[in-house]
Protein backbone atom coordinates (compact mmCIF):
# COMPACT_ATOMS: atom_id res chain seq x y z
CA UNK A 1 0.00 0.00 0.00
CA UNK A 2 1.45 3.66 -0.57
CA UNK A 3 2.85 5.33 2.37
CA UNK A 4 0.75 8.80 2.65
CA UNK A 5 2.46 9.47 5.92
CA UNK A 6 6.16 9.95 4.46
CA UNK A 7 4.84 11.74 1.79
CA UNK A 8 2.84 14.09 3.25
CA UNK A 9 5.71 14.98 5.84
CA UNK A 10 8.22 15.74 2.85
CA UNK A 11 5.76 18.13 1.43
CA UNK A 12 5.04 19.84 4.71
CA UNK A 13 8.80 20.26 5.92
CA UNK A 14 9.38 21.30 2.40
CA UNK A 15 6.66 23.91 2.42
CA UNK A 16 7.97 25.01 5.99
CA UNK A 17 11.14 26.42 4.70
CA UNK A 18 9.03 28.96 3.62
CA UNK A 19 6.14 29.48 5.40
CA UNK A 20 7.64 29.79 9.26
CA UNK A 21 5.58 28.71 12.30
CA UNK A 22 2.14 27.44 10.75
CA UNK A 23 2.21 24.06 10.66
CA UNK A 24 -1.26 23.17 11.51
CA UNK A 25 -2.17 25.31 8.48
CA UNK A 26 0.49 23.81 6.00
CA UNK A 27 -1.16 20.67 7.18
CA UNK A 28 -4.11 21.53 6.63
CA UNK A 29 -3.14 22.32 2.77
CA UNK A 30 -1.80 19.15 2.66
CA UNK A 31 -4.99 17.63 3.68
CA UNK A 32 -6.73 19.23 1.13
CA UNK A 33 -4.70 18.35 -1.50
CA UNK A 34 -4.61 14.84 -0.66
CA UNK A 35 -8.94 14.91 -0.55
CA UNK A 36 -8.83 16.49 -4.30
CA UNK A 37 -10.23 19.67 -2.74
CA UNK A 38 -9.87 23.24 -2.99
CA UNK A 39 -8.83 25.86 -0.32
CA UNK A 40 -9.85 28.95 0.69
CA UNK A 41 -7.63 30.87 2.23
CA UNK A 42 -8.83 33.52 4.31
CA UNK A 43 -6.44 35.87 6.06
CA UNK A 44 -4.93 40.23 6.22
CA UNK A 45 -2.45 41.10 3.53
CA UNK A 46 1.16 39.98 4.28
CA UNK A 47 0.51 36.40 5.88
CA UNK A 48 1.90 34.32 3.67
CA UNK A 49 -1.64 33.91 1.66
CA UNK A 50 0.27 33.39 -1.82
CA UNK A 51 3.56 32.27 -0.67
CA UNK A 52 1.61 29.04 0.25
CA UNK A 53 0.32 28.15 -3.14
CA UNK A 54 3.09 29.11 -4.63
CA UNK A 55 5.77 26.93 -2.09
CA UNK A 56 2.93 24.05 -2.58
CA UNK A 57 3.00 23.72 -6.30
CA UNK A 58 6.74 23.70 -6.42
CA UNK A 59 7.14 20.96 -3.91
CA UNK A 60 4.89 19.02 -6.24
CA UNK A 61 6.34 20.14 -9.34
CA UNK A 62 3.05 20.98 -10.49
CA UNK A 63 1.66 23.96 -13.22
CA UNK A 64 0.78 27.11 -11.34
CA UNK A 65 -1.25 29.69 -12.20
CA UNK A 66 -1.95 32.82 -10.63
CA UNK A 67 -5.08 34.84 -11.52
CA UNK A 68 -5.76 38.58 -9.71
CA UNK A 69 -9.29 38.88 -10.00
CA UNK A 70 -10.46 43.04 -10.18
CA UNK A 71 -14.41 44.39 -10.57
CA UNK A 72 -13.52 44.42 -14.57
CA UNK A 73 -12.49 41.17 -15.01
CA UNK A 74 -14.36 39.00 -17.52
CA UNK A 75 -15.66 35.12 -17.46
CA UNK A 76 -12.83 34.43 -20.60
CA UNK A 77 -10.35 36.10 -18.91
CA UNK A 78 -10.44 33.20 -16.53
CA UNK A 79 -11.63 29.82 -18.66
CA UNK A 80 -9.70 31.45 -22.05
CA UNK A 81 -11.16 32.11 -25.42
CA UNK A 82 -11.64 30.75 -28.97
CA UNK A 83 -10.15 33.06 -31.35
CA UNK A 84 -10.91 32.43 -35.23
CA UNK A 85 -7.42 31.44 -37.22
CA UNK A 86 -7.18 32.96 -40.27
CA UNK A 87 -4.91 30.60 -42.26
CA UNK A 88 -6.61 27.22 -41.22
CA UNK A 89 -10.20 29.23 -41.20
CA UNK A 90 -11.44 27.87 -38.07
CA UNK A 91 -11.78 28.65 -34.45
CA UNK A 92 -9.24 27.91 -32.02
CA UNK A 93 -9.24 27.88 -28.45
CA UNK A 94 -6.54 29.72 -26.15
CA UNK A 95 -6.84 28.32 -22.70
CA UNK A 96 -6.84 30.89 -19.51
CA UNK A 97 -5.25 30.75 -16.40
CA UNK A 98 -7.34 28.20 -15.08
CA UNK A 99 -6.09 25.36 -16.87
CA UNK A 100 -2.66 24.83 -14.51
CA UNK A 101 -2.58 21.95 -12.07
CA UNK A 102 -2.36 24.65 -8.95
CA UNK A 103 -4.38 27.78 -9.10
CA UNK A 104 -4.04 30.92 -7.12
CA UNK A 105 -7.30 32.62 -7.01
CA UNK A 106 -6.27 35.60 -5.70
CA UNK A 107 -8.69 37.96 -3.73
CA UNK A 108 -11.50 36.24 -5.80
CA UNK A 109 -14.45 38.31 -4.22
CA UNK A 110 -12.99 41.32 -5.89
CA UNK A 111 -14.46 39.86 -8.61
CA UNK A 112 -18.06 40.25 -10.33
CA UNK A 113 -20.47 37.17 -9.20
CA UNK A 114 -20.24 36.81 -13.21
CA UNK A 115 -17.01 36.11 -12.89
CA UNK A 116 -16.92 34.47 -9.84
CA UNK A 117 -19.07 31.47 -11.53
CA UNK A 118 -15.90 31.04 -13.74
CA UNK A 119 -15.21 29.02 -11.24
CA UNK A 120 -17.87 26.99 -10.48
CA UNK A 121 -17.41 24.05 -13.22
CA UNK A 122 -14.06 23.89 -12.91
CA UNK A 123 -13.95 23.35 -9.10
CA UNK A 124 -16.49 20.80 -9.33
CA UNK A 125 -15.78 18.91 -12.72
CA UNK A 126 -12.43 19.16 -13.09
CA UNK A 127 -13.38 20.86 -17.00
CA UNK A 128 -14.83 23.92 -18.18
CA UNK A 129 -16.91 24.67 -20.84
CA UNK A 130 -16.67 27.64 -23.31
CA UNK A 131 -18.22 28.39 -27.09
CA UNK A 132 -20.27 24.76 -25.95
CA UNK A 133 -16.89 22.95 -25.93
CA UNK A 134 -16.04 20.94 -22.94
CA UNK A 135 -12.40 21.28 -21.71
CA UNK A 136 -10.95 18.91 -19.45
CA UNK A 137 -8.17 20.06 -17.00
CA UNK A 138 -5.15 18.91 -15.84
CA UNK A 139 -4.49 16.51 -13.10
CA UNK A 140 -4.19 17.12 -10.27
CA UNK A 141 -6.11 19.90 -10.11
CA UNK A 142 -6.41 22.40 -6.99
CA UNK A 143 -7.83 25.50 -6.70
CA UNK A 144 -6.70 27.92 -4.03
CA UNK A 145 -8.22 31.43 -3.49
CA UNK A 146 -7.73 34.27 -1.10
CA UNK A 147 -10.04 36.59 0.46
CA UNK A 148 -8.63 39.67 2.61
CA UNK A 149 -11.93 39.37 5.69
CA UNK A 150 -11.00 42.67 6.61
CA UNK A 151 -11.20 45.15 3.84
CA UNK A 152 -14.91 45.17 2.23
CA UNK A 153 -14.83 48.47 0.11
CA UNK A 154 -15.00 47.08 -3.62
CA UNK A 155 -16.01 43.32 -3.23
CA UNK A 156 -18.45 40.92 -3.25
CA UNK A 157 -19.31 38.72 -0.95
CA UNK A 158 -18.92 35.17 -2.39
CA UNK A 159 -22.12 32.94 -2.90
CA UNK A 160 -23.30 30.12 -1.14
CA UNK A 161 -22.68 28.12 -4.07
CA UNK A 162 -19.23 29.31 -4.55
CA UNK A 163 -18.25 28.83 -0.59
CA UNK A 164 -19.85 25.13 -0.42
CA UNK A 165 -17.31 24.03 -3.31
CA UNK A 166 -13.79 25.01 -1.04
CA UNK A 167 -13.46 21.70 0.82
CA UNK A 168 -11.42 23.60 3.95
CA UNK A 169 -10.97 27.30 5.00
CA UNK A 170 -7.71 28.41 6.77
CA UNK A 171 -6.45 30.81 8.56
CA UNK A 172 -2.52 31.36 8.54
CA UNK A 173 -2.73 34.69 11.47
CA UNK A 174 0.10 36.54 12.43
CA UNK A 175 3.21 35.47 13.45
CA UNK A 176 4.85 34.51 16.73
CA UNK A 177 7.92 37.16 17.60
CA UNK A 178 10.40 34.41 17.29
CA UNK A 179 8.97 32.96 13.81
CA UNK A 180 9.25 36.49 12.74
CA UNK A 181 12.85 36.99 13.27
CA UNK A 182 13.52 33.85 11.76
CA UNK A 183 11.68 35.04 8.57
CA UNK A 184 13.56 38.34 8.84
CA UNK A 185 16.92 36.28 9.12
CA UNK A 186 16.21 33.87 6.08
CA UNK A 187 14.74 36.56 4.34
CA UNK A 188 17.92 38.62 4.53
CA UNK A 189 20.11 37.58 1.23
CA UNK A 190 17.63 36.05 -1.02
CA UNK A 191 13.86 34.45 -0.41
CA UNK A 192 13.94 30.66 0.60
CA UNK A 193 10.78 30.57 -2.03
CA UNK A 194 13.92 31.13 -5.17
CA UNK A 195 15.75 27.98 -4.21
CA UNK A 196 12.93 25.37 -2.85
CA UNK A 197 13.08 22.33 -4.77
CA UNK A 198 10.31 20.03 -5.86
CA UNK A 199 10.40 16.72 -3.16
CA UNK A 200 7.29 14.86 -4.70
CA UNK A 201 5.94 14.05 -8.12
CA UNK A 202 2.34 14.82 -9.64
CA UNK A 203 2.24 11.15 -10.36
CA UNK A 204 3.05 9.91 -7.17
CA UNK A 205 0.40 12.94 -5.81
CA UNK A 206 -2.51 11.04 -7.62
CA UNK A 207 -1.58 7.38 -6.07
CA UNK A 208 -1.68 9.23 -2.90
CA UNK A 209 -4.91 10.85 -3.48
CA UNK A 210 -6.40 6.95 -4.47
CA UNK A 211 -4.97 5.55 -1.66
CA UNK A 212 -6.48 8.19 0.90
CA UNK A 213 -10.18 6.62 -0.49
CA UNK A 214 -9.57 3.47 0.89
CA UNK A 215 -8.76 4.46 4.73
CA UNK A 216 -11.50 2.85 6.87
CA UNK A 217 -14.41 4.70 8.28
CA UNK A 218 -16.69 3.00 10.37
CA UNK A 219 -20.79 3.07 10.47
CA UNK A 220 -20.55 4.37 13.66
CA UNK A 221 -18.48 7.52 12.73
CA UNK A 222 -20.05 7.84 8.95
CA UNK A 223 -23.24 8.28 11.79
CA UNK A 224 -21.47 11.01 13.99
CA UNK A 225 -19.98 12.96 10.89
CA UNK A 226 -23.60 13.03 9.47
CA UNK A 227 -25.18 13.68 12.40
CA UNK A 228 -22.62 17.29 12.90
CA UNK A 229 -23.57 18.52 9.50
CA UNK A 230 -27.37 18.04 10.43
CA UNK A 231 -27.41 19.60 13.57
CA UNK A 232 -25.80 22.65 11.77
CA UNK A 233 -29.19 22.85 9.64
CA UNK A 234 -31.48 22.64 13.08
CA UNK A 235 -29.65 25.42 14.75
CA UNK A 236 -32.14 27.97 15.93
CA UNK A 237 -29.47 30.87 14.93
CA UNK A 238 -28.85 29.28 11.32
CA UNK A 239 -30.43 29.94 8.60
CA UNK A 240 -29.10 28.06 6.30
CA UNK A 241 -26.82 24.93 7.27
CA UNK A 242 -24.05 23.24 5.81
CA UNK A 243 -25.11 21.01 3.07
CA UNK A 244 -24.76 17.04 2.18
CA UNK A 245 -21.19 18.29 0.62
CA UNK A 246 -20.34 18.96 3.70
CA UNK A 247 -20.45 15.70 5.26
CA UNK A 248 -18.49 14.33 2.50
CA UNK A 249 -15.70 17.24 3.05
CA UNK A 250 -15.52 15.37 6.59
CA UNK A 251 -15.42 11.97 5.24
CA UNK A 252 -12.73 12.57 3.14
CA UNK A 253 -10.71 15.05 4.59
CA UNK A 254 -10.86 12.76 7.77
CA UNK A 255 -9.53 10.16 5.93
CA UNK A 256 -6.92 12.07 4.57
CA UNK A 257 -5.42 13.36 8.53
CA UNK A 258 -6.00 9.82 9.53
CA UNK A 259 -3.19 8.68 6.53
CA UNK A 260 -0.98 11.37 7.26
CA UNK A 261 -0.88 10.34 10.94
CA UNK A 262 0.03 6.87 10.04
CA UNK A 263 -3.17 5.16 10.39
CA UNK A 264 -5.97 3.26 8.01
CA UNK A 265 -8.87 4.09 9.59
CA UNK A 266 -10.42 7.68 10.61
CA UNK A 267 -10.70 8.88 14.69
CA UNK A 268 -13.65 10.97 16.19
CA UNK A 269 -10.26 13.07 17.20
CA UNK A 270 -9.97 13.58 12.86
CA UNK A 271 -13.56 14.76 12.65
CA UNK A 272 -13.73 16.85 15.25
CA UNK A 273 -10.34 18.84 14.03
CA UNK A 274 -11.51 19.24 10.87
CA UNK A 275 -14.84 20.67 11.84
CA UNK A 276 -14.29 23.97 11.99
CA UNK A 277 -12.24 24.02 8.35
CA UNK A 278 -14.89 22.28 7.28
CA UNK A 279 -18.34 23.59 8.25
CA UNK A 280 -17.77 26.64 9.48
CA UNK A 281 -17.92 28.54 5.86
CA UNK A 282 -20.99 26.44 4.86
CA UNK A 283 -23.00 27.81 7.63
CA UNK A 284 -25.03 30.65 7.09
CA UNK A 285 -26.08 32.80 9.89
CA UNK A 286 -29.80 33.96 10.79
CA UNK A 287 -30.52 38.25 10.87
CA UNK A 288 -30.83 37.72 14.57
CA UNK A 289 -27.38 35.67 14.95
CA UNK A 290 -25.79 38.49 13.25
CA UNK A 291 -26.88 41.05 15.73
CA UNK A 292 -26.00 39.21 18.63
CA UNK A 293 -22.21 38.67 16.97
CA UNK A 294 -22.90 34.71 17.36
CA UNK A 295 -20.00 33.29 14.69
CA UNK A 296 -20.25 30.59 12.54
CA UNK A 297 -17.34 28.76 13.83
CA UNK A 298 -19.07 28.94 17.44
CA UNK A 299 -21.95 27.11 16.72
CA UNK A 300 -20.07 24.86 15.36
CA UNK A 301 -17.77 24.35 18.24
CA UNK A 302 -21.40 24.03 20.76
CA UNK A 303 -22.29 21.33 18.07
CA UNK A 304 -19.06 19.56 18.80
CA UNK A 305 -19.55 19.78 22.47
CA UNK A 306 -23.56 18.39 22.77
CA UNK A 307 -23.31 15.40 20.44
CA UNK A 308 -21.94 12.23 21.85
CA UNK A 309 -18.39 10.99 20.50
CA UNK A 310 -18.69 7.35 19.09
CA UNK A 311 -16.74 4.30 20.30
CA UNK A 312 -16.86 0.67 19.32
CA UNK A 313 -15.90 -0.19 16.21
CA UNK A 314 -13.35 2.33 15.20
CA UNK A 315 -10.66 0.16 13.94
CA UNK A 316 -11.41 -1.99 11.24
Known amino acids: MFQIQPFAEKIVSNIEQVIVGKREAVELAVVGLLSQGHLLIEDVPGVGKTMLARSLARSLGCSFSRIQFTPDMLPSDVTGVSIFNQVSRQFEFRPGPITAQIVLADEINRATPKT ?184 VQEILKQLPVPGGDIKP
Open 116 to 299: QSALLEAMEEQQISVDGVTHPLPQPFMVLATQNPIEHEGTFPLPEAQLDRFLLRLRLGYSRMEDEINILERQQLKHPLQTLEQVVGAEELLQAQEAVRTVYVSPALKRYIVEITNQTRKHPSVYLGASPRGSLTLHRAGQARAAMSGRDYVLPDDVKALALSALAHRVILGPGARLKEVTAEAI
